[in-house]
């Protein structure tokens, strides 16, 4: 069983940047696919980017390609999100998950964090 708790998150201006963080405990870290999703005010929870157990592969949501970037460090256990040229249309609570292998859907998920971004 993993747990995520997720950090970074907050205020920022439009074309601002924001590193979010997922910190995973439990065992197997990179036996994990990672992937980041986020829930607007009134909206559905959306996929935001999947990245592979090695952290050689990333997909990205055709609304963050080319601003967002992911990465993991499977030795710190951690997958972060790295946010740039922020919208206000990004304002959301964003969730870490991980995919077992094998597994059709994100089976664990962090609490959430607030990231808004201000016009």
């Known amino acids: 069983q993993v747990q995520l708790v997720e950090s970074g998150g907050g205020l920022v201006?439009?074309?601002?940047?924001l590193r979010?963080?997922?910190?995973?405990?439990?065992r197997g870290f990179s036996?994990?696919?990672m992937g980041w999703f986020r829930?607007?005010?009134g909206k559905?929870?959306?996929?935001?980017v999947g990245i592979s157990r090695s952290g050689g592969t990333t997909y990205y949501a055709d609304s963050v390609k080319g601003r967002f970037t992911s990465s993991r460090d499977n030795a710190?256990?951690?997958v972060y999100?790295?946010?740039?040229?922020?919208?206000?249309?990004?304002?959301?609570?964003?969730?870490c998950a991980a995919q077992e292998v094998g597994a059709r859907l994100f089976g664990?998920?962090?609490?959430?964090?607030?990231?808004?971004?201000?016009?």
């Not at 740039?84 to 969730?95: H, R, W």
């Not at 664990?108 to 016009?119: F, L, N």
Request: charged fraction near 15%; hydrophobic fraction near 30%.
């Open 20 to 26: 979010l963080s997922c910190a995973a405990s439990g």
């Open 76 to 78: 710190k256990n951690t």
């Open 44 to 48: 559905e929870r959306e996929f935001v």
């Open 31 to 33: 036996s994990y696919t």
């Open 13 to 17: 201006q439009a074309g601002g940047s």
């Open 108 to 119: 664990h998920w962090g609490q959430g964090i607030q990231v808004t971004v201000s016009s």
């Open 81 to 95: 999100l790295q946010m740039n040229s922020l919208k206000p249309e990004d304002t959301a609570v964003y969730y």
């Open 39 to 41: 829930q607007a005010p």
